[in-house]
Structure formats: structure tokens, C-alpha cells
């Protein structure tokens, strides 16, 4: 069983440019979660999807946005780029099974300049 | 949902046992209490979880207070791997899933050899 994949490891991209970020579930998971991490901080949750519908968002602008395919893969796309979306961002897949438990890929590290 | 209030961070010595406190006055009855840990460069990572009763499992042990205003997640014997903040957690219970998974700045933990 493979666990939650992303890539690529490490971004760097500039200001007002576009990036994609992806994610391969947990073999058997049917739920894909996005999360942004700044330095120091706790993650912060940006949106949830589940059998590629749009399940939920937390606090972040429309130019945040993802898509769920029909093997679960996830992408995170982000538009206009700015100083401040510098963070780690983790992916994290789980199972709708009442329980639910997430299980975390190691992140993209996403440096805007 | 409801929020939950750590300390910054602790200290513990390698092989003694570690008690991470967590205070979540404003729990209501469907919340469930979890905890995740994230070693550094890593993603968070699940340890346990609770409703109301104990709960104990290989990696840590839960307890809940009588009235589900706090807890603790004990480790029994502190290893150097896990020196990691760990992030105490409120999820809903929406009746077949668990709202999403809200962050705070958690504890950091230190294990001195």
C-alpha cells in the first residue's frame, strides 16, 4: 500500500504567475484535502474534495482552486501568485468512513519571489 | 468549531513518560478529540483519537476528562523521534464523516538523551 504522494518537492516561481501542485491518494481513498502552512504556523485548511466534487473550503480567495479525478489524484492550482502564498502545502487523502482519519503527504514547498 | 488551547512547547527526557495537555472548554457533544503530531520536514501525522472514553493504542494514550473540557495525550516513554509539535484537534461529527481538520499552533515537544 502506498501512502500520499506529492510533487514537485520544491517550487519556486514569481509574482503573479500561475502553479499546480499534485497529489496521489492513499490507495482505496476517495477524499482529497488541501492545506496551506506558512512558517510557524499550524496548517490551515483551503478546501476538501470528495469523488471530484468540491466538499468544503476554508478561508481562501477564488484563485485557489482544485480538481479531483476519477483515480482520486488532486490537483491545487493557485493564480496570480503573491509574496505572502510562500508555504508549505500539504495534501492529505482519507477514506469517507465515518472515522475519516487523514493521512498526510510530505508537502511542496512553494517559494514566491 | 470549537478551539483548543496548548502550550507553546515542553520539554521531556528520552525514556520517561510525556503528558501533553489540551483545554477545549467550549467542546460540544458531537466533537470528537484528535491528536496529530508533525515531525519536522514532514507532514502532520495521526496518532489517536476520542469521544468520551480513554483510548489507548501502539503509538500514545488518550485521556479524557470526566466533562470533555481537556485531556491529555500521554506517551509512555518519550523517544528521540518523537521530538515533533503535536496538535491537539476538535472534529465534528457530521453523522458519516468528520468536518475538516482545524489547526491551531500545538506543542512543540523536545526529548533530551
Known amino acids: 500500500e502506498t501512502g500520499v504522494t506529492q510533487s514537485p518537492t520544491h517550487l519556486i516561481k514569481t509574482r503573479g504567475q500561475q502553479v499546480t501542485l499534485r497529489c496521489s491518494s492513499q490507495s482505496g481513498h476517495n477524499t482529497v484535502s488541501w492545506y496551506q502552512q506558512a512558517l510557524g504556523q499550524g496548517p490551515q485548511f483551503i478546501f476538501q474534495?470528495?469523488?471530484?466534487?468540491?466538499?468544503g473550503r476554508g478561508n481562501f480567495p477564488p484563485r485557489f482552486s482544485g480538481l479531483q479525478f476519477p483515480n482520486y489524484s488532486s490537483e491545487l492550482n493557485v493564480n496570480a501568485l503573491e509574496l505572502d502564498d510562500s508555504a508549505l502545502y500539504l495534501c492529505?487523502?482519507?477514506?469517507?468512513?465515518?472515522?475519516?482519519?487523514?493521512?498526510f503527504g510530505p508537502g511542496t514547498r512553494l517559494t514566491v519571489l | 468549531d470549537a478551539k483548543t488551547t496548548q502550550p507553546n512547547s515542553m520539554e521531556s527526557n528520552e525514556e520517561e513518560p510525556v503528558h501533553l495537555p489540551c483545554n477545549h472548554s467550549?467542546?460540544?457533544?458531537?466533537?470528537?478529540i484528535h491528536w496529530y503530531r508533525q515531525l519536522p520536514s514532514q507532514g502532520p501525522e495521526y496518532v489517536i483519537h476520542g469521544l468520551t472514553s480513554n483510548v489507548n493504542n501502539r503509538m500514545a494514550s488518550l485521556a479524557i476528562a470526566e466533562d470533555r473540557k481537556s485531556s491529555t495525550l500521554i506517551l509512555h516513554r518519550a523517544t528521540l523521534r518523537d521530538a515533533a509539535v503535536y496538535y491537539c484537534?476538535?472534529?465534528?461529527?457530521?453523522?458519516?464523516?468528520?468536518?475538516?481538520?482545524?489547526f491551531g499552533k500545538g506543542t512543540k515537544l523536545s526529548v533530551k538523551p
Open positions: 484537534i476538535l472534529r465534528a461529527d457530521y453523522g458519516g464523516s468528520q468536518g475538516n481538520l482545524i
Open positions: 474534495y470528495y469523488r471530484e466534487e468540491e466538499n
Open positions: 492529505a487523502s482519507s477514506l469517507r468512513d465515518g472515522e475519516d482519519t487523514q493521512y
Open positions: 467550549t467542546i460540544s457533544g458531537t466533537d470528537y
